[in-house]
């Protein structure tokens, strides 16, 4: 087992085991604390292999709700192949509702590949892409807006060019039918969850499921239906378990991100109006918002315009904002 962690969990025991990794950290309560992320290993004979992930930030509740939802569901007799589920990546920054970890601030979406030696962030990202990962086929990582972001209900892969894994991971992200799917260009080393899973040979995918720091009939109904289709698309399931609607979900739309003129940032202290919704399409030159000044009410706000086209894929909800805070983000229609 990996350096400095512990668990009660057989990689290799048929049937359905739940428990924890815990990793050791001395806090000024506990000496001898440890934080312990909970885990369910799902195991039925040989077959694919999937980790379904969430709480990879703390403020993101569709996956963490869902997950929940698939560990009481989710029996031995009900899948073929292995299932391994983390509903809290992050365990002290879910425990705190807080993006990142109270312990070290560590923001584990930019912690990969992590450090066995390190803080407690560091060393939970270097136990997820070197113990975990390398064990399975796919891994998503469900995410969503968070505290201060509504976000585009949408699927995420990286693109890798043409080759066999790429394909059949485009292949996968549609299956999930979310009505969006974004390709992103991070690429391999960066220091994500999904460049992580890259890394350890499997297929990537993530998605974001919503926004607000909260959770809404249809965001979670979305979530649920999403990770239905992918159980389903792997062949890790045969029939539909968490979600029981007669909709299987649009068609994807495949958009693509790129570079800071597709962000739209504060450059002084103001309250942001959007002129936009999440989803709306633009065009480049049009106005994004206005960034008024409440302490100069004679004042004209400051008109912000799109630099160019897209469609909105992400809308900073804290009408307050700050020097270098991004208040509006676009895709492109790939």
Same mark, same amino acid.
């Given at each position: 087992?990996? @350096?400095?962690? !512990?668990?009660?969990?057989?990689?290799?025991?048929?049937?359905?085991?739940?428990?924890?990794?815990?990793?050791?950290?001395?806090?000024?309560?506990?000496?001898?604390?440890?934080?312990?992320?909970?885990?369910?290993?799902?195991?039925?004979? =040989?077959?694919?292999? #999937?980790?379904?992930m969430a709480g990879?930030?703390?403020?993101?509740?569709?996956?963490?709700?869902?997950?929940?939802?698939?560990?009481? #569901?989710?029996?031995?007799?009900?899948?073929?192949?292995?299932?391994?589920? +983390?509903?809290?990546?992050?365990?002290?920054?879910?425990?705190?509702?807080?993006?990142?970890?109270?312990?070290?601030?560590?923001?584990?979406?930019?912690?990969?590949?992590?450090?066995?030696? %390190?803080?407690?962030?560091?060393?939970?990202? &270097? !136990?997820?892409?070197?113990?975990? !990962?390398?064990?399975?086929?796919?891994?998503?990582?469900?995410?969503?807006?968070?505290?201060?972001?509504d976000h585009l209900?949408?699927?995420?892969?990286?693109?890798?060019?043409?080759?066999?894994?790429?394909?059949?991971?485009?292949?996968?992200?549609?299956? /999930?039918?979310?009505?969006?799917?974004?390709?992103?260009?991070?690429?391999?080393?960066?220091?994500?969850?999904?460049?992580?899973?890259?890394?350890?040979?499997?297929?990537?995918?993530?998605?974001?499921?919503?926004? %607000?720091? *909260?959770? *809404?009939? @249809?965001? /979670?109904?979305? *979530?649920?239906?999403?990770?239905?289709?992918?159980?389903?698309?792997?062949?890790? *399931?045969?029939?539909?378990? +968490?979600? &029981?609607?007669?909709?299987?979900?649009?068609?994807?739309?495949?958009?693509?991100?790129?570079?800071?003129?597709?962000?739209?940032?504060?450059?002084?202290?103001?309250? !942001?109006?959007?002129?936009?919704?999440?989803?709306?399409?633009?065009?480049?030159? =049009?106005?994004?918002?206005?960034?008024?000044?409440?302490e100069r009410p004679?004042?004209?706000? +400051?008109? #912000?315009?799109?630099?160019?086209?897209?469609?909105?894929?992400?809308?900073? +909800?804290?009408? &307050?904002?700050?020097? %270098?805070?991004? #208040?509006?983000?676009?895709?492109?229609?790939?």
């Open positions: 087992m990996h @350096t400095g962690a !512990f668990s009660d969990i057989s990689w290799d025991q048929d049937g359905k085991q739940v428990g924890f990794f815990s990793f050791p950290y001395s806090i000024d309560r506990s000496p001898y604390y440890q934080i312990k992320m909970p885990v369910c290993r799902i195991k039925n004979g =040989d077959g694919p292999s #999937l980790v379904l990879n930030h703390g403020d993101e509740y569709e996956g963490e709700l869902t997950l929940l939802k698939a560990i009481r #569901l989710i029996e031995a007799s009900d899948i073929r192949g292995s299932l391994t589920i +983390l509903t809290s990546a992050n365990t002290p920054a879910v425990m705190a509702a807080k993006r990142c970890s109270p312990f070290d601030g560590g923001n584990m979406n930019r912690s990969f590949p992590g450090n066995p030696f %390190g803080g407690p962030t560091q060393r939970m990202a &270097h !136990f997820i892409e070197h113990e975990i !990962f390398p064990r399975h086929d796919v891994v998503l990582d469900l995410h969503s807006g968070g505290t201060s972001m209900i949408c699927s995420l892969i990286e693109r890798l060019g043409d080759g066999e894994r790429y394909q059949r991971g485009l292949e996968l992200m549609r299956s /999930m039918r979310l009505p969006y799917g974004m390709i992103a260009d991070n690429g391999p080393d960066s220091p994500t969850s999904m460049a992580a899973a890259l890394r350890a040979g499997c297929i990537a995918l993530s998605g974001e499921f919503g926004g %607000g720091a *909260t959770a *809404t009939k @249809t965001s /979670m109904a979305v *979530t649920q239906r999403a990770v239905d289709n992918l159980l389903q698309a792997v062949g890790i *399931t045969s029939r539909p378990i +968490l979600y &029981h609607g007669d909709d299987r979900g649009p068609e994807t739309v495949v958009l693509s991100t790129g570079g800071q003129s597709l962000f739209v940032y504060a450059e002084r202290e103001g309250w !942001f109006e959007p002129a936009v919704d999440i989803g709306e399409t633009v065009a480049a030159g =049009d106005i994004a918002g206005w960034l008024h000044h409440l004679l004042e004209e706000p +400051l008109v #912000l315009r799109f630099q160019e086209g897209g469609i909105v894929l992400t809308r900073r +909800l804290h009408t &307050h904002s700050q020097s %270098g805070d991004c #208040l509006i983000n676009l895709a492109r229609f790939d």
